[in-house]
Nanobody
Framework: QVQLVESGGGLVQPGGSLTLSCTGS????????MGWFRQAPEKEREAISC????????YYETSVKGRFSISRDNAKNTVYLQMNSLKPEDTGVYYC????????????????????WGNGILVTVSS
């Protein structure tokens, strides 16, 4: 089965930056969506950003548009999330997830569509 391993979390002050990385293994097909979901304290898990290697499309949750940037190294099955101008409300456990898709498909970013998940990594934004 697919396995995902996240890295790069930690504590950062408001306005700071942080980059998360997620490397996958065991992919049986090439085309996929990889993305990031956040579980904030006492809140439901929500999609933050996803990227497709089929059509190179991306999705961003509205609150992170202009601040976060998702990128991929497809040869390494790795996805990154560059987070800038961080706010306290960005705090939470960030989960990497992936799902296989057909060639040419867009970056669907729905929790219920994801087929594999990482263990999550904590990001804390606090002064």
């Amino acid at each position: 089965q697919v396995q995902l391993v996240e890295s790069g979390g930690g504590l950062v002050q408001p306005g700071g930056s942080l980059t998360l990385s997620c490397t996958g293994s065991g992919f049986s097909r090439f085309f996929n969506v990889m993305g990031w979901f956040r579980q904030a304290p006492e809140k439901e898990r929500e999609a933050i950003s996803c990227a497709s290697n089929a059509d190179n499309s991306t999705y961003y949750e509205t609150s992170v548009k202009g601040r976060f940037s998702i990128s991929r190294d497809n040869a390494k099955n790795t996805v990154y999330l560059q987070m800038n101008s961080l706010k306290p409300e960005d705090t939470g456990v960030y989960y990497c997830a992936t799902t296989f898709i057909k060639g040419g498909s867009e970056a669907v970013c729905l929790s219920e569509r994801m087929e594999a998940w990482g263990n999550g990594i904590l990001v804390t934004v606090s002064s």
